[in-house]
């Protein structure tokens, strides 16, 4: 900024913005216009000077939008220049997406050829005919001899028989519960070494272990479930009655049992079981106990 003085009834101000710009201004023209005239001249002219800035905007072949300050950054070749308010709007597709979800797609992609690799193995296995093999013919499978699942049959003599045998076993070896309050029964155990035999004959299990055989009979109706347990030692044993290796009934059935009634029944007990020594026997909630052998 200059400021000359040419004489003294003259003030001329100077000011020198740019090389093309020049403003001068003389004292009498300074009080007729003012300060606020000079201040918009000064500004209109540093304006001029200053370069225009500018950008362009517009869409690729790909239908990626693009806006750069040079038209050497245009990062596409072929591509339309278009004016900021006509450009058109964004699709989804060329929404931009984050860089791991791109990655993930592209790998789920079944039209991968990283994907296309092992699909076309699998469909190469797929469509191959299975190896052939020297099959040998099955054998026919050996029919095992049936299994004894019922307990044998007795006639009436031999019945008859098996319950004298129980009968007399308790003037010798007295084994058994007496009839209560609460059940009219009398139960009595014994052991027939002829109906052991007999037993692991019609079994065909020579292993078999002691037999034991009860009597029930009823004083009054009463209901009977061979709910039994024996205890020697460390054996605790409780035979099923649903099995006829453990618990079978010879004469009688099990539930009901009227006034008169009998019942006969055997018991196979563990091969660890010793009937010469003490065996606890339970029934429901009595307990005895006997040695059934001496």
């Not at 006639?155 to 098996?162: S, T, W």
Request: glycine letters at 6%; charged letters at 20%; aromatic letters at 6%.
């Amino acid at each position: 900024m200059e400021l000359q003085l040419r004489n003294l009834q003259k003030l001329e101000f100077a000011l020198d913005l740019a090389s093309n710009c020049r403003i001068s201004m003389h004292s009498h023209d300074f009080l007729q216009r003012g300060l606020r005239l000079f201040r918009t001249a000064a500004l209109t002219c540093l304006l001029g000077a200053l370069p225009a800035a500018a950008s362009i905007t517009g869409v690729c072949p790909d239908g990626s939008m693009f806006i750069v300050n040079r038209e050497a950054d245009i990062p596409c070749p072929d591509a339309k220049q278009v004016d900021p308010h006509d450009m058109p709007p964004i699709r989804p597709a060329y929404l931009p997406r984050p860089h791991a979800w791109q990655i993930f797609q592209t790998q789920q992609d079944p039209n991968n050829p990283y994907n296309l690799v092992d699909r076309a193995r699998e469909v190469r296995e797929a469509a191959a005919p299975p190896p052939q093999e020297n099959h040998r013919p099955a054998l026919p499978p050996i029919s095992a001899a049936p299994e004894t699942t019922t307990p044998p049959r007795l006639d009436d003599a031999e019945l008859r028989d098996l319950a004298l045998i129980v009968g007399l076993s308790q003037d010798r070896l007295p084994a058994g519960f007496e009839p209560g309050p609460q059940r009219a029964l009398r139960v009595d155990f014994a052991h027939s070494r002829a109906f052991e035999a007999r037993l692991r004959e019609h079994f065909t299990d020579p292993a078999l272990g002691p037999v034991v055989v009860f009597s029930v009979r009823a004083e009054a109706a009463s209901d009977f479930r061979a709910n039994f347990t024996f205890v020697q030692g460390h054996v605790a044993y409780h035979p099923d009655p649903g099995d006829s290796q453990q618990l079978g009934i010879l004469a009688g059935a099990l539930g009901t049992l009227a006034d008169g009634d009998h019942l006969l029944g055997y018991l196979v007990l563990p091969a660890k079981v010793d009937l010469s020594q003490p065996t606890d026997v339970y029934w429901n909630d009595r307990r005895i106990s006997v040695a059934l052998l001496r």
